[in-house]
């Protein structure tokens, strides 16, 4: 596959948003796009998770977790993160939705993104591909699939002015460098920094 970039426009994502909504499966691709350019997580990951990861009984209500946490596939590190409030409602109207029967009844332990073949089996890494990829292709945006989303959280953790030092460890980098190779810093990006100082 392409190396792809991060989607580096709010108006880009708020765009793939509303296209990734549509759709019987829309939910489904809508939240898992969501969790993925608000953590740090591989689509290794992200697709693997189950409900018992996103939701917890709290008081006798069922109420999506305040972090994600998990052991990544890829490094074996284990990786902690905030989730917004906002995507703690989303989670939560997506699990009752989608889920009604296993939230009621407490049953976790299905896919939170399962294929169209049934909820024992989750999202394949080349159907995240195809869907994001064509609802980018439809706007017009090259280079784009599911590790986007990645970069994407990253990109826009430097761009609100992040220190790459906590870039580097959420996104568990060996080295500032790879980081901002990573998240796709270009020389434009240098130039603007550059010319933004003006002394």
């Not at 765009?15 to 549509?22: F, G, R």
């Not at 939910?27 to 591989?42: E, K, Q």
Request: aromatic residues 6%.
């Amino acid at each position: 596959m392409k190396i792809v970039q991060p989607i580096r426009e709010k108006k880009q994502i708020d765009a793939l948003k509303a296209i990734l909504s549509s759709g019987k499966m829309g939910p489904r691709n809508m939240l898992l796009f969501s969790i993925g350019i608000n953590t740090a997580y591989r689509i290794s990951d992200l697709r693997r998770l189950k409900l018992s990861d996103v939701l917890i009984i709290s008081r006798g209500r069922v109420i999506a977790k305040e972090r994600l946490e998990m052991k990544e596939q890829k490094t074996g590190k284990h990786n902690s993160i905030i989730i917004s409030n906002k995507l703690r409602k989303q989670i939560l109207e997506y699990a009752n939705d989608s889920f009604p029967t296993q939230v009621a009844n407490h049953e976790f332990d299905h896919f939170l993104f399962p294929s169209r073949k049934g909820n024992d089996q989750p999202l394949s890494r080349q159907a995240l591909w195809d869907v994001l990829s064509k609802a980018a292709k439809s706007m017009g945006m090259k280079n784009i699939g599911s590790h986007s989303m990645r970069k994407t959280f990253g990109y826009f953790l430097y761009k609100n002015g992040t220190h790459i030092e906590i870039i580097q460890e959420l996104l568990n980098h060996s080295s500032q460098r790879e980081t901002l190779r990573y998240i796709g810093i270009t020389q434009e990006d240098k130039d603007t920094a550059v010319m933004s100082l003006d002394l």
